[in-house]
Every structure is written in C-alpha cells, then in structure tokens.
C-alpha cells in the first residue's frame, strides 16, 4: 500500500519561516507534489520534485530526498494569505498513475 | 482558458438515493481524477480515467463508479448513498498519465440527509 504522513497542524507569525514535513511509502514513486487549499476552495499546485534537492519558486521552496522517503516545503517570509492547508502528493507512475494525497497540514499564520 | 468546471456546486440528497456528479477538464487534458474530502480531512483517492478508460480505483465500494466520455469530460455515480457520502468531492484533470501537475475545479459539495 501507500501512506503518506504530515503534521496536522502548524502555527506560526507574519514574516516567520515554516517547514512542513512529508514522509512517504509506496511503491513505483515518481515524485512528490505540494498543493495549497484555502477553506473550501480547490487545491492548487504549488511545486513538483522527481529528483533529489531543493526546488525554489518564490518564497515557496520543496525539497526531496528520495532514499530517505521525505520531503518538505519551506515558505519564507509568511503573510496572512498563506493561512490554508498544504498537502504533498506522490505521484505513482506507469499502470498505477494516480496522485495519492497526504492527511494535509493546517498552516496557521498570527499577526 | 476554462479551467476545471464540475456542477452542481451542491447537492442535497436523502439516504438510498443515487447521486451524479460531472466534471469537465481543461481542454486538451485526457486525465481525470475524482477525490472525495470529508469535512476537516485530506483528499480520499476515488477514481482515475484516461482516454476513456478507468484506470485505477481507490478503497471504495462499488457503488461508487464513474465514467469519461469521448470529450474527456466524466461522471461520477454514487448509489445507495449512505450520510456519510457527505463530502465536497473534487475533480481533477492532467494533461496526461506522465504530466505530474493536476488542476482542481471547486467541487460538488454533496449533503447526504
């Protein structure tokens, strides 16, 4: 089977660094995802690694290191908006194509 | 360029009765992904179509099940409906089985009463 760990929830402070932490098992990996949901919106893709390293877009960065089965996204320099929660997703390959989807954590911003 | 549309937004339906939900990807994409999100909790794999075909299913019944029609588009049948079908279930489409980005549409939030 597949299972996908994250932290439920994480709070943190305008301006702050925060690293969300996604550890995985499954078969037949081919990457690792990060989606961002907004109460009751539509998840929204944020990042992608197929390969080991840090991936940077902005003020999101995802990182993955595949022999140890873990990935993070890092966001830096926090605002309000950023409030939601985030969810990594591993992308399974050839027959057993689907995008399986973490418990998702709960991003808290303060003021 | 239109994105995910899935209709209707909300459905109120009473326990035994069927349930059809729709999606329309983003033109050009053959996949579509169907996923199920209870209140507070992540997104349950549903279903995977590509081309026409279903190819992969997640842990549910069988009456859950769906189909994709020659334009891309899907549907999405729950029969039987239990309460605890209540969920916003969302729709997904890619570009193809390798492409690693999938687009939502908002979802059919379905009350089960």
């Known amino acids: 089977g597949q299972s996908l760990e994250q932290p439920s929830e994480v709070t943190a402070v305008e301006g702050a660094i925060v690293q969300i932490n996604c550890t995985y098992q499954?078969?037949?990996?081919?990457?690792l995802s990060w989606y961002q949901q907004h109460d009751g919106g539509a998840p929204t893709f944020l990042s992608y690694?197929?390969?080991?390293g840090l991936e940077e877009t902005g003020r999101f960065s995802s990182f993955l290191s595949r022999s140890d089965s873990y990935g993070y996204l890092l966001l830096q320099e926090l605002q309000m908006k950023d409030s939601a929660s985030y969810f990594c997703?591993?992308?399974?390959?050839?027959?057993?194509?689907?995008?399986?989807f973490g418990t998702g954590t709960l991003l808290a911003v303060q003021p | 360029e239109a994105g995910v549309t899935q209709s209707p937004t909300h459905l109120i339906k009473t326990r035994g009765q069927q349930a059809t939900l729709r999606c329309s990807p983003i033109?050009?994409?053959?996949?579509v992904y169907w996923y199920q999100q209870a209140l507070g909790l992540g997104l349950q794999f549903l279903l995977w179509?590509?081309?026409?075909?279903?190819?992969n299913r997640g842990n549910f019944p069988p009456r859950f099940s769906g189909r994709q029609f020659p334009n891309y588009s899907s549907e999405l049948n729950v029969n039987a409906l239990e309460l605890e079908d209540s969920a916003l279930y969302l729709c997904?489409?890619?570009?193809?089985?390798?492409?690693?980005?999938?687009?939502f549409g908002q979802g059919t939030r379905l009350t089960v009463v």
């Open positions: 997904a489409s890619s570009e193809g089985q390798t492409n690693t980005e999938a687009f």
């Open positions: 499954t078969s037949g990996f081919y990457g």
């Open positions: 690694n197929a390969l080991d």
């Open positions: 997703a591993v992308k399974r390959g050839g027959a057993t194509n689907k995008l399986i």
């Open positions: 033109s050009g994409h053959t996949s």
């Open positions: 179509y590509d081309e026409g075909e279903e190819r």
